[in-house]
C-alpha cells in the first residue's frame, strides 16, 4: 500500500523509502530510534490527536522544543515559531483529514514547509513514545517536513495587518475547539478600537491604515504562544485564548494596552478599546467546529455590543440573557425601519418662554414614534437604535424638514429648536446641505432656526463636527450647547465654538430645590455660574425641566434669561400648536 511505513524489519517492504523515509535495518527497531536518525523532519500521532514522537529535524522546522511533542498536535502547532496562525490551521486540518481518511493527502506547501500527512503502521512490542502509550495502541499517521522553496500562509492572512483574516481565525478556532488546550476551555475575546473612524476622516486612510497595523503588533506582544489573533473586520480584532483562566483579566490588559497613545505618522493619536468575552461553555452547546466557531465569535459580539453601551474602555461577558435582548433589538431594529417607511414618526413641540417677561419665544421639536401596538414611544427608547442602524440621518432630515415647515407658519419671529444626533455630524457636508434644504423648502428665515448639539457629539467628532457647525452658522442658523454642565468639557468646547445658547441641564434645576443638603447647594452654585459665565460671553442661557414656580423663581435669581418645563406647557402635538400659541400670547397680554 503506497504511503504505508512499516518498522518490522526486512520483512515488509517500506514504500516511503523512495520518498526519503530512511529504511529500517532488520529486527525490531524503535520509531524514535529510526526517526531521530532521518534528514527529514518527522511527527507521529494517534488517533486522538497526540504526538507521540516527534525528531530533532522537525522541532526545527517547526521552532518548538522538542519536548513539546508530547502532548496534542494542536498546542504543539500552537507553540510554533516559524508557522502563522494560517499555515497552524493548514496543517492541523491536514492531520484531520488522514486521520478520517478523507483525501487528498499529497504532499502540500504550508507555511514555507513541505508537508506530507499518511498513515503508519508498527509492532506491537515497539517502543512507546510517552508514559502508558504504544505504537500498537491503535492507527498512527505521519507527518514528514521539509523546507519548501517559498511560503503560502500569507494567503491566509489580512493584507494591512499580518494577522489572520476573519474566514482563517474562524477555522483555526474551530480546529482550537476540537482539541482544547488546558481544563479552562476556549475563550475568545472580541477588540472593538474606540476613536478609529476620528483618526481615518481626520487624518486620512493612511493613518487609519498605520493605527491598525499597531494596533495588531501590540495585540501579538500581549498574547502567548499558540493564542490566536485575526481582524474580524473594520477595526475590530478577534483573539481565541486556550486554557486562560481568567479572560478578564486578559482583556484588562488589552484594554490599558491598547489605550496608550499612538504615534501615527509624526503625530500623536489618542484611542481605545472596549472587550467582549464568550468562552466555549457558554455558546450554546456541542455542534460542528466551523459552527461552534462562528456561533461563538457571535457570542462575543453580543457582548461587545453591552460594553460599548456602557461606555469607552469597557469590557462585557457575554451572558445568555443577550440573546434575548439581542432579539428584542433585532425587532425594535425592524420596526423603526418599518416605522420609517410608514411615517409613524411625528413632532410634538414644547414651548420655550423670556424669563423677565414671561414671553413665548418659541418651541424646541421633540421627535415621538406612534407605534401601533407600542403607543407612542419616548426619544429614549428609540433614538439610541437608530444611531446605532445609522436611520438617525434619514429622520433628523424629516425632522428638519418638518420643523422648519410647521415654524413658517407660526406668528411674528418665533423660533424652533432642532435637536441634532452625533451621527448627523460625522459628515462634513451633509448637516450643511441638509440645514440649506429645509430652510429653502419651508421659506423659514435662518435667524429663526436653532439647532441643539449635546456635548458628548462635540466630544466623539469633534473637529468634523466644529467643521459642519461652523457651515451651518455661516447661513445665519443658531447653535446652542445641549444639556450644558453635565459633560468634562463643556468650558472648552465654548472656547473652541462660537455658541449661540447654553441650556443648562435639568438635573441642576430639579436640585435646586430638592431637600439633599448639601446638592442643592452645589446646583445652586452651577445654576449661577453657568449663567454668570453665559452673561459674560454673550450668550443667552435656558434653564431645562422647570416644574415649580420656587424653580422658577430660583434661576431667574441667578440670572438665567430663558426657560422651558412642565410649569409653562408639556410638550404637544403638531395639531395643537397654534391653540398653545393662541393661549399664551392672550395670557401674556
Known amino acids: 500500500m503506497d504511503g504505508l511505513l512499516t518498522l518490522d524489519g526486512a520483512k515488509r517492504s517500506c514504500a516511503g523509502a523512495s520518498r526519503g523515509i530512511p529504511r529500517p535495518r532488520r529486527g525490531r527497531v524503535s520509531a524514535g530510534a529510526v526517526l531521530d536518525t532521518a534528514a527529514q523532519g518527522y511527527l507521529v500521532f494517534d488517533a486522538r490527536l497526540r504526538v ?6 522537525a522541532a526545527r522546522l517547526l521552532g518548538v522544543a522538542r519536548q513539546a511533542g508530547r502532548g496534542s498536535l494542536s498546542r504543539m502547532l500552537q507553540e510554533s515559531s516559524t508557522l502563522g496562525a494560517g499555515a497552524q490551521l493548514a496543517l492541523m486540518q491536514a492531520a484531520q483529514a488522514a486521520r478520517r481518511g478523507d483525501g487528498p493527502l499529497d504532499a502540500q506547501e504550508i507555511g514555507g514547509l513541505q508537508a506530507h500527512v499518511r498513515p503508519l503502521s508498527a509492532p506491537a512490542d515497539d517502543a512507546p513514545a510517552t508514559p502508558g502509550a504504544s505504537l500498537a495502541d491503535g492507527a498512527f499517521w505521519l507527518i514528514s517536513l521539509n523546507q519548501a522553496p517559498a511560503a503560502t500562509g500569507a494567503a491566509q492572512s489580512d493584507a494591512l495587518t499580518g494577522v489572520a483574516d476573519r474566514g482563517t481565525f474562524l477555522t483555526a478556532l474551530g480546529a482550537l475547539l476540537t482539541d482544547p488546550p488546558g481544563t479552562d476551555g476556549v475563550t475568545v475575546l472580541l477588540v472593538d478600537l474606540n476613536g478609529f473612524r476620528t483618526v481615518n476622516e ?4 493612511s493613518s487609519g491604515d498605520e493605527l491598525l497595523r499597531v494596533v495588531a503588533q501590540r495585540l501579538r506582544s500581549a498574547l502567548r504562544t499558540g493564542d490566536l489573533i485575526g481582524r474580524a473586520g473594520g477595526d475590530q480584532f478577534a483573539v481565541a485564548a486556550g486554557g486562560f ?89 425592524a420596526d423603526l425601519r418599518a416605522g420609517l417607511a410608514l411615517q409613524q414618526f411625528e413632532l410634538f413641540y414644547q414651548p420655550q418662554t423670556a424669563l423677565d417677561t414671561g414671553a413665548l419665544i418659541g ?3 421633540l421627535l415621538r414614534w406612534r407605534h401601533p401596538e407600542r403607543g407612542l414611544v419616548p426619544p429614549d427608547a428609540f433614538i439610541p437604535t437608530l444611531e446605532a442602524i445609522g436611520l438617525i440621518v434619514q429622520v433628523g432630515e424629516w425632522v428638519l424638514r418638518t420643523a422648519c415647515c410647521a415654524a413658517a407658519g407660526w406668528p411674528g419671529r418665533l423660533a424652533v429648536a432642532v435637536n441634532v444626533s452625533a451621527v448627523q455630524l460625522m459628515s ?17 428665515a435662518a435667524d429663526r432656526l436653532e439647532l441643539e448639539i449635546t456635548e458628548s457629539a462635540l466630544a466623539h467628532h469633534a473637529e468634523i463636527a466644529l467643521q459642519a457647525l461652523q457651515a451651518v452658522r455661516s447661513q445665519g442658523v443658531s447653535v446652542s450647547m445641549d444639556d450644558f454642565g453635565i459633560g468634562y468639557s463643556s468650558l472648552s468646547q465654548l472656547r473652541r465654538f462660537p455658541f449661540d445658547k447654553i441650556k443648562i441641564d435639568r438635573s441642576f434645576v430639579r436640585d435646586l430645590v430638592a431637600d439633599r443638603g448639601t446638592g442643592t447647594a452645589e446646583a445652586v452654585a452651577v445654576v449661577r455660574a453657568i449663567a454668570a459665565l453665559g452673561a459674560s460671553l454673550g450668550l443667552t442661557t435656558t434653564a431645562e425641566g422647570v416644574e415649580t414656580l420656587e424653580q422658577q423663581r430660583l434661576v431667574r435669581a441667578e440670572g438665567c434669561t430663558n426657560m422651558q418645563g412642565y410649569l409653562v406647557s408639556r410638550p404637544v402635538p403638531s395639531g395643537d400648536v397654534a391653540t398653545l400659541i393662541a393661549t399664551m400670547t392672550q395670557a401674556h397680554h
Open 202 to 205: 481626520t487624518l486620512g486612510a
Open 245 to 333: 483562566p481568567r479572560p478578564d483579566t486578559l482583556a484588562a490588559r488589552l484594554v490599558e494596552l491598547l489605550g496608550r497613545p499612538y504615534l501615527i505618522e509624526g503625530q500623536v493619536v489618542h484611542a481605545s478599546a472596549s472587550v467582549g468575552i464568550a468562552t466555549a461553555a457558554s455558546d450554546g452547546g456541542p455542534a460542528p467546529a466551523r459552527a461552534q466557531a462562528d456561533r461563538l465569535l457571535h457570542a462575543a459580539g453580543m457582548a461587545l455590543r453591552q460594553a460599548k453601551a456602557e461606555g469607552r474602555r469597557t469590557i462585557c461577558v457575554y451572558h445568555p440573557a443577550m440573546q434575548a435582548d439581542a432579539q428584542a433589538r433585532r425587532q425594535l431594529e
Open 52 to 57: 507521540v514522537l516527534c525528531n530533532p529535524q
Open 428 to 444: 462634513q457636508d451633509r448637516l450643511p446641505r441638509a440645514v440649506a434644504s429645509a430652510l429653502a423648502e419651508s421659506g423659514l
Open 363 to 365: 418651541f424646541e421639536a
